[in-house]
């Protein structure tokens, strides 16, 4: 995790240096103090200071006052989604506590472990960690899964808290799902009705259940010189539409390193924070398999197939899940990596 540390007093800065040298062990951390007696104090404003760390950390971890750590982020909190963790320890280290993102963005995992390494106590108030059931959405952070229907996913925390029993489907079950159930969930098929009341996988399948997603698909991408974003978009979309495959598995886009610099296909990579892999024509040349050649692009750029060869090639080793789509200029399609999940 990126984590951005902060401070408001000298006593705050040295409990605020002691947790960062915690946490360097395993996350890269920034450590800032706003402090007119402190010489290395930033010069910019609190807010300032809160609304870049907003945008380019996971977690934030306020020494001082909870009040002021509020103010801060107030015009900055947009969505369970994409908000990152908020973590608030008073500037004695008697108490940590979470207070934006305690499920998805980790902000009740990072509190408990900060508080063993400075002896504080962790306040937690999220409603399944006090009566130690089972929440969807730390289950969907730890295994990387996308939590589509948000609305869905707060009913089925409701549900666990009412006693009632959950339904998982997942795709591949026996190969791709691994741990002991805990006691709030059942397997779909072993408990009959109209649809689970989850479903685990990259397909899109049942209208009502709550999908997690995960990030397990590659988007092979060529295209013409000075293509749109949007015409990107469009393509890998169709391409999504026709395999059956949620968009928000697609966690990687591949092409020829000769579109390394394709403005809009680093424009839409950019739109969906989606990592991005380019290969020689050399490197895809040599991925094994049978791929739809076509003699004008192998006379461009070297390669008979820049889409399929890449997607699988990005792949580590997985398989094509849907042939070539070309649609306005783009070529594109799709590879699966393998995936697992686990309950513990």
């Given at each position: ?311 699988v090639l990005a792949s580590g080793g997985g398989r094509l899940i849907a042939e070539k789509l070309a649609r306005n200029g783009v070529t594109v399609a799709l590879a699966q990596k393998d995936w697992r999940i686990r309950f513990e």
């Amino acid at each position: 995790m990126k984590i951005a540390v902060i401070s408001f007093t000298r006593n705050g800065k040295y409990l605020a240096d002691h947790i960062t040298e915690l946490l360097k062990a395993d996350h890269e951390v920034i450590n800032a103090v706003k402090c007119s007696s402190v010489s290395s104090s930033i010069g910019e404003s609190l807010s300032e200071w809160t609304g870049k760390m907003f945008q380019s950390q996971d977690a934030l971890v306020f020494v001082g006052a909870v009040q002021i750590a509020v103010r801060a982020i107030a015009p900055y909190v947009r969505s369970k989604k994409t908000d990152p963790a908020v973590l608030v320890f008073d500037e004695k280290g008697t108490y940590g506590i979470p207070v934006l993102s305690g499920h998805l963005g980790g902000a009740n995992e990072l509190a408990m472990s900060i508080c063993a390494g400075i002896q504080a106590r962790p306040v937690v108030t999220t409603a399944t960690d006090l009566q130690g059931r089972w929440a969807v959405d730390v289950f969907a952070r730890k295994n990387g899964l996308v939590i589509r229907e948000m609305e869905r996913a707060r009913q089925i925390s409701a549900a666990v808290l009412e006693g009632r029993k959950i339904t998982i489907a997942a795709d591949d079950w026996t190969r791709r799902v691994e741990g002991v159930l805990p006691e709030d969930v059942v397997r779909y098929e072993d408990t009959p009705g109209a649809e689970p009341d989850i479903r685990i996988g990259i397909l899109e399948q049942e209208r009502q259940a709550l999908h997690l997603i995960p990030r397990a698909v590659i988007a092979g991408i060529g295209c013409k010189k000075g293509v749109s974003a949007a015409q990107i978009e469009e393509a890998v979309d169709l391409a999504c539409s026709r395999a059956g495959v949620c968009r928000e598995s697609i966690y990687k886009v591949a092409s020829i390193d000769l579109k390394a610099r394709e403005q809009g296909l680093l424009e839409y990579c950019d739109k969906y924070r989606l990592e991005r892999s380019f290969y020689s024509a050399e490197e895809l040349g040599r991925v094994p398999g049978i791929y739809s050649g076509s003699e004008f692009v192998a006379c461009v750029t070297g390669v008979d197939n820049v889409c399929e060869r890449s997607a699988v090639l990005a792949s580590g080793g997985g398989r094509l899940i849907a042939e070539k789509l070309a649609r306005n200029g783009v070529t594109v399609a799709l590879a699966q990596k393998d995936w697992r999940i686990r309950f513990e």
